[in-house]
């Protein structure tokens, strides 16, 4: 069981940065593929960045924020971050943090298996 609490969202205009913290909660964080998504209402959770379980491993990013976030894990802290720059008003959502048990980087939604509780991002233009 992992549980996964997101925080460091906030209110920013455009061309701000933000860095979101996910801090997971078991021993055996270090064994899970973590992923970053977000979510605007009336549309589906997208995937916005993903890394494999090892520090410094695979990592995977959306089209849309490639070369503005990374995504990055610091299994002594049980922590996974998500430094967003240049952040623009299209990147406005909630942004969950996910956990996946498997060992390979998936991009879907329904192959993560603990989900934090979200984080309000908002960026004014």
């Known amino acids: 069981q992992v549980q996964l609490v997101e925080s460091g969202g906030g209110l920013v205009q455009a061309g701000d940065s933000l860095r979101l913290s996910c801090a997971a909660s078991g021993r055996t964080f270090s064994s899970y593929t973590m992923g970053w998504f977000r979510q605007t209402p009336g549309k589906e959770r997208e995937i916005v960045a993903g890394i494999s379980w090892w520090s410094g491993g695979i990592t995977y990013y959306a089209d849309s924020v490639k070369g503005r976030f990374t995504i990055s894990r610091d299994n002594a802290k049980n922590t996974v971050y998500l430094q967003m720059n240049s952040l623009k008003p299209d990147d406005t959502a909630v942004y969950y943090c996910?956990?996946?048990?498997?060992?390979?980087?998936?991009?879907?939604?329904?192959?993560?298996?603990?989900w934090g509780q979200g984080t309000q991002v908002t960026v004014s233009s």
């Open positions: 996910a956990a996946r048990s498997g060992s390979n980087l998936r991009v879907e939604e329904g192959k993560y298996d603990y």
